[in-house]
């Protein structure tokens, strides 16, 4: 059975930063990549950063270059979004999702997942 499952959500301060972390089980992890989402309400779900689990080759939409860094834990099967200086517009549920494509771009785009988590809040305040 396909499972992703994120933590490490929370509140924080305007500047301050927080880490995600993914855990995938139940699929051939290293074909996929790995792309985070975020959906504030009232606004459709975007791709905030991707990775592919094969080289570690990375992109990230231009919201969150310079701030946000995706990396992946191979052995553990995970993979970590590091977010700093947060704003708050960066406020939203915050998803893992996996895409079967080495092509990592392609985890930036909503409409490509094979495979989503549960999702996990990040607020922050002003």
């Known amino acids: 059975q396909v499972r992703l499952e994120e933590s490490g959500g929370g509140s924080v301060q305007a500047g301050g930063s927080l880490r995600l972390s993914c855990s995938a089980s139940?699929?051939?992890?290293?074909?996929?990549?790995v792309g985070w989402f975020r959906q504030a309400p009232g606004k459709r779900r975007e791709g905030v950063a991707a990775?592919?689990?094969?080289?570690?080759?990375?992109a990230y939409a231009d919201s969150v270059k310079g701030r946000f860094t995706v990396s992946r834990e191979n052995a553990k099967n995970s993979v970590h979004l590091q977010m700093n200086s947060l704003k708050p517009e960066d406020t939203a549920m915050y998803y893992c999702?996996?895409?079967?494509?080495?092509?990592?771009?392609?985890?930036?785009?909503?409409?490509?997942?094979?495979?989503w988590g549960q999702g996990t809040q990040v607020t922050v305040s002003s």
């Open positions: 139940g699929f051939t992890y290293n074909i996929y990549s």
């Open positions: 999702a996996a895409v079967r494509s080495l092509d990592y771009r392609l985890a930036l785009d909503p409409t490509n997942v094979a495979y």
């Open positions: 990775i592919y689990t094969g080289t570690g080759a990375t």
